[in-house]
């Protein structure tokens, strides 16, 4: 937490050094600042935060490489005349173990377009899905274990 209040500082004196305070150039100063953080303490610490900070950038472009894909799919199906929807409800098995674990994949799940989480099970193991398109349901849920990781990597 530390470091990533000394990151966001080293960018305010970059905004300020710069006199530009543009979404551009506060991504430029916070990545600048990123670098010289990781130079500097590379050697003296290790801190997840310099772990971390990568994954969830990833992970982010990620999310909005699977939010576009579920967009134009959904899109594509209210444009045409035929529909092509196979929708069922799929039992995915979880490695997650917090609330926090948890609710971040339902709710990354249900932001995605197509599919809607819909109950997890008393016993925290199995979290039940609703997907607008199964093709193959071992791919339906190989997607749902990938964000699950993903979203693991990060938090843990």
Avoid: C
């Amino acid at each position: 937490m530390q470091l990533l209040l000394a990151n966001v500082l080293l960018t305010i004196v970059w905004l300020i050094l710069t006199g530009r305070f543009d979404p551009t150039n506060f991504m430029f100063g916070f990545v600048l600042s990123y670098l010289i953080l990781w130079l500097v303490l590379r050697t003296q610490t290790q801190s997840r935060y310099f772990d971390k900070l990568p994954k969830l950038l990833l992970f982010v472009g990620y999310f909005l490489v699977e939010l576009v894909k579920a967009n134009i799919r959904v899109a594509y199906d209210i444009l045409t005349l035929r529909h092509h929807m196979h929708p069922g409800i799929l039992a995915v098995p979880l490695e997650a173990k917090s609330d926090i674990e948890i609710t971040l994949l339902a709710n990354f799940i249900t932001l995605t377009p197509g599919t809607l989480s819909m109950d997890v099970s008393t016993d925290r193991k199995v979290i039940y899905i609703h997907f607008m398109y199964i093709d193959d349901e071992d791919l339906a849920r190989k997607s749902v274990k990938d964000f699950e990781k993903r979203i693991l990597d990060i938090v843990r």
